[in-house]
T-cell receptor, first 110, second 116 residues
Framework: QKEVEQNSGPLSVPEGAIASLNCTYSDRGSQSFFWYRQYSGKSPELIMFIYSNGDKEDGRFTAQLNKASQYVSLLIRDSQPSDSATYLCAVNMGGLDMRFGAGTRLTVKP | GAVVSQHPSRVICKSGTSVKIECRSLDFQATTMFWYRQFPKQSLMLMATSNEGSKATYEQGVEKDKFLINHASLTLSTLTVTSAHPEDSSFYIC????????????FGPGTRLTVL
């Protein structure tokens, strides 16, 4: 079992829809969780992090964490074509040990 | 603004030459930095962990004599690709954790290496 798993996609949604990106992790002791966005040819950029169970909202983005289910998700409301990118889930396993998922490719169609 | 910088952003070199890539944390100290490589349409691959004041830790399958890492100061790590070959052409990205709370990792903008 991979430490951090994501559906590679591609996930395609129409403009204005909600995009839902999912991630599961194997280490039950993990404490903090991150979502990065990576445009083609660019390096990843941090969107948001979450460390408490429940939802965390930042603009059009909502991160959801369920530690009991070892599941973290990212919702993008009112999706825009500019949101088309690969989204990386990252899990801090302790200290500086950060593990990344392989990423989900999202396409928002106009 | 950017908290981690990389230089150069793009480099083209001849086969057999060495290339040095710099990674700097701009407004914080980083005793640890990470070096990744990413081939087109593939995932990030962790190459090594750079440690200030001690030797780097390399991931399995990464040749330490080919990819030399020097963590010269609390804000600078360098990756030198020695005797580069076309198969070393890739996107090299560094990251540095900003300590405190969640130890969030910030990525540099990356260096596109093309070996002819």
């Amino acid at each position: 079992q991979k430490e951090v798993e994501q559906n590679s996609g591609p996930l395609s949604v129409p403009e204005g829809a909600i995009a839902s990106l999912n991630c599961t992790y194997s280490d039950r002791g993990s404490q903090s969780f991150f979502w990065y966005r990576q445009y083609s040819g660019k390096s990843p950029e941090l969107i948001m992090f979450i460390y408490s169970n429940g939802d965390k909202e930042d603009g059009r983005f909502t991160a959801q964490l369920n530690k009991a289910s070892q599941y973290v998700s990212l919702l993008i409301r009112d999706s825009q074509p500019s949101d088309s990118a690969t989204y990386l889930c990252a899990v801090n396993m302790g200290g500086l040990d950060m593990r990344f998922g392989a990423g989900t490719r999202l396409t928002v169609k106009p | 603004g950017a908290v981690v910088s990389q230089h150069p952003s793009r480099v083209i070199c001849k086969s057999g030459t060495s290339v040095k890539i710099e990674c700097r944390s701009l407004d914080f100290q980083a005793t640890t930095m990470f070096w990744y490589r990413q081939f087109p349409k593939q995932s990030l691959m962790l190459m090594a962990t750079s440690n200030e004041g001690s030797k780097a830790t390399y991931e399995q399958g990464v040749e330490k004599d080919k990819f030399l890492i020097n963590h010269a100061s609390l804000t600078l790590s360098t990756l030198t690709v020695t005797s580069a070959h076309p198969e070393d052409s890739s996107f090299y990205i560094c990251s540095a954790p900003k300590r405190g709370g969640t130890d969030t990792q910030y990525f540099g903008p990356g260096t596109r290496l093309t070996v002819l």
